[in-house]
T-cell receptor, first 113, second 116 residues
Framework: GENVEQHPSTLSVQEGDSAVIKCTYSDSASNYFPWYKQELGKRPQLIIDIRSNVGEKKDQRIAVTLNKTAKHFSLHITETQPEDSAVYFCAASSKTGRRALTFGSGTRLQVQP | GAVVSQHPSWVICKSGTSVKIECRSLDFQATTMFWYRQFPKQSLMLMATSNEGSKATYEQGVEKDKFLINHASLTLSTLTVTSAHPEDSSFYIC????????????FGEGSWLTVV
């Protein structure tokens, strides 16, 4: 089955700096790669996603890149703000077979004011 | 956007009792729903895939007789934790996808279960 690895597990940056979180996946059939932000005790919130027919996607301060050949994808947050502090999860899923999301282990991002 | 509602948000039960958690898709039909469990400071782990009108598909290591899943309609899936024990205390969260591709998944609010 799919295996998603995520790193770093914790990331501390100064306000205004950029943050990068990286994930790798194992199943070449995976074609959907969302990123979620989760605050304690709440449901994950989708912040951006990318499908396998696209290499990069950007939404304001957030961007995601995908390298299908290397099976890795990354989240980039620019101009970080204290309210960006949360746990971020990457995930992967496939259109066929096991269609559920497989999550990475999570990254706790702390933005220091 | 699509809304998935989960109830209850939190529940406390005694060891040995059973607890039912409901997951409803409010504005779309979901032939497939997914149940996840999340322990503190850990990731979301898939427990089972709930299929409308058929048996759920459980992940390896998840006891199907302990975690009963019923998906009797296109808008409702239930997870029943039977004979709950303190180690079952966790955050349980469901998700559903609008289309058959399984992509674009919507999460319920999650349910905190504490077994005392």
């Amino acid at each position: 089955g799919e295996n998603v690895e995520q790193h770093p597990s914790t990331l501390s940056v100064q306000e205004g700096d950029s943050a990068v979180i990286k994930c790798t996946y194992s199943d070449s059939a995976s074609n959907y790669f969302p990123w979620y932000k989760q605050e304690l005790g709440k449901r994950p919130q989708l912040i951006i996603d990318i499908r396998s027919n696209v290499g990069e996607k950007k939404d304001q301060r957030i961007a995601v890149t995908l390298n299908k050949t290397a099976k890795h994808f990354s989240l980039h947050i620019t101009e970080t703000q204290p309210e960006d502090s949360a746990v971020y999860f990457c995930a992967a899923s496939s259109k066929t077979g096991r269609r559920a999301l497989t999550f990475g282990s999570g990254t706790r991002l702390q933005v220091q004011p | 956007g699509a809304v998935v509602s989960q109830h209850p948000s939190w529940v406390i039960c005694k060891s040995g009792t059973s607890v039912k958690i409901e997951c409803r898709s409010l504005d779309f039909q979901a032939t497939t729903m997914f149940w996840y469990r999340q322990f503190p400071k850990q990731s979301l782990m898939l427990m089972a895939t709930s299929n409308e009108g058929s048996k759920a598909t459980y992940e390896q290591g998840v006891e199907k007789d302990k975690f009963l899943i019923n998906h009797a309609s296109l808008t409702l899936s239930t997870l029943t934790v039977t004979s709950a024990h303190p180690e079952d205390s966790s955050f349980y969260i469901c998700s559903a996808s609008r289309d058959n591709s399984g992509n674009t998944i919507y999460f319920g609010e999650g349910s905190w279960l504490t077994v005392v």
